[in-house]
Each structure stands twice: as structure tokens, then as C-alpha cells.
């Protein structure tokens, strides 16, 4: 390259630097009292801070979910597409979802979010329209509006990206200084090497034991789905004598009754998942997050030699993160 031309990358890098400067500056001076009240949401939630976006927002989201968690705000993320298909079991009305999109108009978004409502559960959403969709479905909307996108065609979201992001640390902060949260918490959520000594842990020594839901294969669904809404984690196992046989799930229970055949009185294993995947007690957690990451699940069985359930492990048991309700996620 000439020295004219990398002359001009530098130029254009601090170009697009002051545009992503001048959006900052423009959501820090347009913040309001909405912003406060958001802030108040979160700091009054009971259950857990819920992160939901597409594609670059949901980047975005996972960041913030991230940080709000090492800070004292239990969080994590919700793919919306996940949502529709089984994982909305993880939430519950005593949570805060955040859902985030630059236009407000995010299809799979907004047709999650009425769902949501109907379970009871608050909704901030991060916006730069106001009226958007996604707007009017929430209870309260923090507006991240920025003068143009730092791409030369105005189509990348870069600025406004960069924006949602600085408001969700925003966010963290202040719930942060409201908690009292100081170093000696930043250490406890932050040990040196913890994950890796984590993974390095065998399952028998994170994985769930306590009222596992396990239903006969034979016996009929309306039994299954006792022990699913009792077990309250979104998954049920299934065993013929002792063994795991297979699963369902809340995902497996909605997608029948959207189908038309929901019958309470059919076999079990009729609509079972069968031979789902499985992890032993002996192996360790990062061969189950392996197989978590490879097959993107996050929750599994534990079996014994013998082909017994023994427990249940969920995502973020390994990592560390706190125990979750389990979902639509023990497909093969």
C-alpha cells in the first residue's frame, strides 16, 4: 500500500470514531427520567434480568447480560427464535426482560414479546424509536436515537450498536452503585481462574439431584406433564424401568397443541424425544459444555453406567452463573 493510502485509513478511522463519539454524546444528553425508572425495574426485580435481541443487537445483549451478571445483577440471554420454540419456559413474571432493537420493528422480537406480557413479566426496551412496535409493548422504553450510523452507506448498524451497548453498562452501573456492589464483591464474582477450575470439576459435583421429574414411558402423558409442572424445569425424563428412555419438554408440549394433537391420555413415549443426549457423573464439565456448545443445548441428563438418571446439568451450572429453570433444550 502507498503512504497516501494508509494515510487515509487513519483519516477514516478517526472519522468514524467521532461519529460513534457524537452518538454517545447525543444519547447522554437526551437521557431522561425513563432511564431512572428503568434503572428502578431492574433494581426491584425479584427473579432474574432477561437480555433479548437479533443479530447485532443481540450481540449487544449477550454483552450486557455478561456484565450485569459479574456486577450483582443475575442475567442472561435470550435468543428470541429460542424463545418462540421452548425457551420462554425459562422465564417468569418475577423477571425483567431488556429487549433491544434499533428500530423497534424486529419481527421475531416483537412477536415474542406479547408472550412475555402474559406471563406477568416487565419490559424495558432499548430503542431509538419511541413509538416503534416494540415500544408500545413495553412498560418502559429508553430511547438510544443517534444522529447516522458511522457506515459510509448508513446501513451497518455501528453507532447505534455502540449506543445500546454504553446504555446497557449505563444500566449496570447504577444498579451496581444502588447495590452497594464494591471489590470485595467484584472478586467474589471474578476468583482468579474460577472457570477454568470449574470445567475441570466432575458433573457429579454441579449437576441437579434434588426432584428430578421422571415419568414411565408408558404411562400416560397426563402423568408426564404432572411431573413437568411440578419439577418446574421445563423437562421431563422418561425411563423404562429404571433407564432413560427419553424426554419432553415444554418446547415438545406447545408444538403439540399447536399441531392439534394434544391428547392427555396418549402413551408418553408417543411423543417423546428418544435417546436424547446424555452426560455421566464421572465426566467432566467441559466435555459436557462440549457438547452443550457443538449441539447449542443447555441442558442435559446425567445417566449412570447402567443407563439410570442421576441428575440434571444446565449450562450455567458449569459456567458458574447460577442454576436456571431448564428449557426446550435436551434435543438430540
Do not use: W, Y
Amino acid at each position: 500500500m502507498t503512504e497516501k493510502q494508509l494515510s487515509d485509513f487513519i483519516k477514516r478511522g478517526k472519522e468514524v470514531l467521532q461519529i460513534e463519539e457524537q452518538g454517545l454524546a447525543s444519547i447522554r444528553n437526551s437521557l431522561d427520567l425513563n432511564f431512572a425508572k428503568g434503572v428502578e425495574m431492574l433494581a426491584g426485580c425479584k427473579g432474574r434480568v432477561i437480555i433479548t435481541g437479533l443479530g447485532k443487537s443481540g450481540l449487544v445483549g449477550r454483552k450486557i447480560a455478561a456484565t450485569m451478571s459479574s456486577t450483582g445483577t443475575p442475567s442472561f440471554f435470550l435468543h428470541p427464535v429460542e424463545g418462540a420454540h421452548g425457551d420462554l419456559g425459562m422465564v417468569r413474571a418475577e423477571d425483567v426482560v431488556i429487549s433491544i432493537s434499533n428500530s423497534g420493528e424486529t419481527d421475531e422480537l416483537n412477536a415474542l414479546l406479547p408472550a412475555i406480557r402474559s406471563f406477568g413479566t416487565k419490559i424495558i426496551s432499548i430503542t431509538s424509536k419511541i413509538d416503534s412496535t416494540m415500544g408500545r409493548l413495553s412498560d418502559i422504553v429508553i430511547k438510544t436515537k443517534v444522529p447516522c450510523e458511522a457506515c459510509s452507506h448508513g446501513l451497518a448498524p455501528t453507532s447505534s450498536t455502540t449506543a445500546a451497548l454504553a446504555m446497557g453498562d449505563a444500566l449496570a452501573v447504577c444498579l451496581m452503585d444502588h447495590k452497594a456492589f464494591d471489590s470485595h464483591d467484584f472478586k467474589k464474582f471474578h476468583p482468579g481462574g474460577s472457570l477454568g477450575r470449574r470445567l475441570t470439576l466432575c458433573i457429579s459435583e454441579l449437576m441437579h439431584t434434588d426432584n428430578i421429574p421422571t415419568a414411565a414411558q408408558n404411562a400416560p402423558l397426563s402423568e408426564a406433564l404432572t411431573e413437568l409442572d411440578k419439577g418446574g424445569l421445563g423437562l421431563v425424563a422418561l425411563t423404562q424401568g429404571s433407564k432413560l428412555s427419553g424426554v419432553i419438554t415444554d418446547g415438545d408440549v406447545r408444538r403439540l397443541v399447536c399441531s392439534g394433537r394434544f391428547d392427555t391420555t396418549i402413551v408418553s413415549s408417543s411423543v417423546m424425544v428418544e435417546n436424547p443426549l446424555r452426560v455421566t457423573p464421572d465426566m467432566s464439565a467441559a466435555q459436557a459444555l462440549d457438547i452443550m456448545e457443538s449441539k447449542e443445548i443447555t441442558v442435559l441428563p446425567v445417566v449412570d453406567e447402567n443407563g439410570t438418571i442421576t441428575g440434571m446439568i444446565h449450562l450455567h451450572d458449569l459456567l458458574g452463573k447460577g442454576r436456571l429453570k431448564f428449557a426446550d433444550n435436551a434435543r438430540s
